[in-house]
């Protein structure tokens, strides 16, 4: 078995005037570049909350330094950001 990926949530997913919390922004230990983020796409994600467990989907890049974008089933509350999750392989 291979050891488990954790990554941080950094921030929701926003434009000007908008803020979309259903897709937040996530770093993983690990991932340096774009070319390793790039065996991401596709993979579960996993955000343990004290009640709640919500699923989410790795859907792209953000930038080069190997963060991607998550979009999640439901919309991910404040306190969740700055917290691990867990990718599902």
């Not at 997913?13 to 596709?42: K, P, W």
């Not at 890049?61 to 867990?86: D, I, M």
Request: aromatic letters at 8%; proline letters at 2%; glycine letters at 14%.
């Amino acid at each position: 078995m291979s050891q488990p990926v954790y990554g941080r949530i950094l921030n929701y997913r926003i434009g000007m005037r908008t803020q979309y919390s259903r897709e937040c922004l996530i770093h993983f230990n690990g991932v340096d570049s774009a070319a390793q983020a790039g065996r991401l796409l596709g993979q579960k994600v996993v955000w343990k909350g004290e009640k709640k467990k919500l699923v989410g989907k790795v859907t792209g890049f953000h930038g080069k330094n190997g963060t991607v974008t998550v979009k999640f089933r439901k919309g991910v509350p404040g306190q969740a950001l700055g917290t691990t999750v867990e990718l599902t392989r």
